[in-house]
């Protein structure tokens, strides 16, 4: 279980920009629960995955995982158990290198000297195998560089990289909003294919409302910070477009917009 307990998070601390995100913030995921994440611009979507990826600190709270307060744990530590996928198909591989490369990249994510322990034939096969389950042929192009793939190719094989080790949680950030409707509605595919087969505990965040209902089993909205949805289970299941946009015009309306 996950859960952010009395989170408080502060832009610009003691300065006149000074802006307070998060006041007491709450929030309890389940172990493998799929939450999709929706919610006007700023409202703090992003921040939230920053924090419990360690990416930037939390100014008071606790992130707690069965139990244990991981609030001041290093990002790089969190790796280890938590992947992640972001909206630009750059981040999560590295363009310059060759997919078996990549591959080998991801596979000793945490140890040191990482890239030649990976490239034995054995792992070469395995990086095979694992690549043709996506389906889009790079099994075949193990030496060919990752930046000359698309973007969809590139983000296939982000997803697969971020959750080639062993990890707990997958987060992905806006990972389908670089994408044509056609690629992006595969990689989503691939991600729930990723998720059900792994068992992940996955945070999504999109503004693609047709996914936020799609996918998963709970839907969450933010709005500055709050959560103003939150349905799980059943709830979820019921819930249409129209209920996430009528909120949205709700929440306009009262930023005056
Ligand atoms: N490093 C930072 N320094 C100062 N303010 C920041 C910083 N990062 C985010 N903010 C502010 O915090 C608020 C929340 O930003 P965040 O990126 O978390 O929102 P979001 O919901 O992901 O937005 P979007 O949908 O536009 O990506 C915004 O007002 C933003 O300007």
């Given at each position: 279980m996950l859960e952010l307990k009395n989170i408080h998070k502060?832009?610009?601390?003691?300065?006149?920009?000074?802006?307070?995100?998060?006041?007491?913030?709450?929030?309890?995921?389940?172990?493998?629960?799929?939450?999709?994440?929706?919610?006007?611009?700023?409202s703090g979507k992003t921040s939230m995955l920053n924090l419990i990826c360690g990416s930037?600190?939390?100014?008071?709270?606790?992130?707690?995982?069965?139990?244990?307060?991981i609030a001041k744990e290093k990002e790089f530590k969190r790796n280890q158990y938590i992947g992640r996928v972001f909206q630009n198909t750059a981040m999560g591989t590295c363009p310059s290198m060759t997919i078996a490369e990549n591959m080998a990249l991801a596979d000793n994510?945490?140890?040191?000297?990482?890239?030649?322990?990976?490239?034995?034939?054995?792992?070469?096969?395995?990086?095979?195998e694992q690549l043709s389950q996506l389906g889009l042929g790079l099994e075949d192009k193990m030496d060919v560089k990752v930046g000359v793939l698309s973007g969809g190719q590139r983000q296939?094989?982000?997803?697969?990289?971020?959750?080639?080790?062993?990890?707990?949680?997958?987060?992905?950030?806006?990972?389908?909003?670089?994408?044509?409707?056609?690629?992006a509605d595969l990689i989503m595919e691939l991600t729930d294919k990723v998720?059900?087969?792994?068992h992940l505990t996955t945070i999504m965040v999109t503004h693609n409302l047709r996914y936020a209902v799609?996918?998963?089993?709970?839907?969450?909205?933010?709005?500055?910070?709050?959560?103003?949805?939150?349905?799980?289970?059943?709830?979820?299941?019921?819930?249409?477009?129209?209920?996430?946009?009528?909120?949205?015009?709700?929440?306009?309306?009262?930023?005056g917009n």
């Open positions: 502060f832009y610009n601390h003691g300065t006149i920009n000074e802006m307070c995100l998060f006041e007491n913030f709450n929030l309890t995921i389940d172990d493998g629960q799929f939450v999709s994440v929706v919610g006007s611009n700023g930037i600190p939390l100014d008071s709270g606790s992130i707690i995982i069965d139990g244990k307060d994510k945490g140890k040191i000297y990482g890239l030649r322990m990976g490239k034995n034939k054995a792992r070469l096969d395995f990086y095979r296939a094989m982000a997803l697969l990289m971020a959750t080639l080790t062993p990890i707990r949680f997958l987060i992905l950030d806006e990972h389908t909003a670089a994408l044509d409707p056609k690629t998720v059900k087969e792994k799609e996918y998963g089993d709970r839907l969450l909205m933010l709005h500055q910070g709050k959560a103003v949805m939150d349905y799980s289970g059943e709830e979820k299941k019921k819930i249409q477009i129209e209920d996430i946009l009528g909120k949205f015009n709700e929440i306009s309306i009262e930023c």
